[in-house]
Every structure is written in structure tokens, then in C-alpha cells.
């Protein structure tokens, strides 16, 4: 079996060289050096969704709050805000009312709204202005 073949880049002083491999983003064809992972648009890219999936509460991740999510998105299908305009829109979040920072409950129905992805990033304060 053949070796795999390596790209050399020199630095500057051209005293030595580094391999060079490709970036590891689906479709990304720009070489990097040994021991990085992503080219530098890529490397950006994954930080941002990391860091944005990272800051989630774990408890989102565990069976009683599935159990529960699951049970009251299908008694709440539609979304209450776009309801609310005349909108039929699929809920396709549940947002807390009052934030379980704040002392809401997790579990309470009566704490809990259907919404759309658009309606809870509003209800968040998250949608710029372009998008409203």
C-alpha cells in the first residue's frame, strides 16, 4: 500500500518544509499544515456553531425534558404567535415564558409556548431588523 501523498509549504526563512493536508470541511480543498484541522474560513465557521451549541443548558439534552417537549408539541402543533397574526405556522420550539433562570418551572405546561423557530428568536430579541 502506497503512502499517502504530502504537500510541502516552505516558511519563511526556507530553512525547512511542512506538510500540508487538506482542510477537513466537507468540499474544502485548501491545504492546511499538519496539525490543524480547518483552513482559517472553516476554523471560524466551527467555532461559531460550537460555541453556539456548547452555551445550551444540558437539561435540554435529557429524557424527562424530551418526554415532556415531545408530549406538549403534540397537544400545541401550531405555533401561538403566528396563530395569534392568523398564521398557520408547524411549532417547531417550545419557548419558557418566564426563563427557568428567572424561577420558572421547566416542567409546567401552564410555563410553556409552541412557537415557530422565527416567533422564539423574537420573543428572544435575536431577529435583526432586516429579518423582522
Not at 525547512?16 to 493536508?21: D, H
Not at 461559531?48 to 443548558?57: Q, S, V
Request: glycine residues 6%.
Amino acid at each position: 500500500m502506497a503512502a499517502p501523498p504530502y504537500y510541502w509549504k516552505e516558511d519563511e526563512e526556507m530553512t525547512t518544509k511542512a506538510p500540508l493536508k487538506p482542510c477537513a470541511w466537507p468540499g474544502c480543498n485548501r491545504l492546511v499544515e499538519l496539525g490543524t484541522i480547518y483552513c482559517r474560513e472553516h476554523e471560524k465557521q466551527y467555532k461559531r456553531e460550537h460555541n453556539r451549541t456548547r452555551n445550551i443548558d444540558p437539561f435540554y439534552g435529557r429524557n424527562t425534558w424530551k418526554k415532556v417537549r415531545a408530549k406538549f408539541m403534540k397537544e400545541h402543533p401550531l405555533c401561538e404567535d403566528c396563530r395569534q397574526k392568523g398564521l398557520v405556522t408547524p411549532a417547531t420550539e417550545i419557548h419558557h415564558i418566564v426563563p427557568v433562570a428567572q424561577g420558572g418551572e421547566r416542567f409546567d405546561e401552564k410555563n410553556l409556548v409552541a412557537l415557530c423557530h422565527r416567533c422564539h428568536m423574537a420573543r428572544h430579541g435575536k431577529l435583526s431588523q432586516e429579518e423582522e
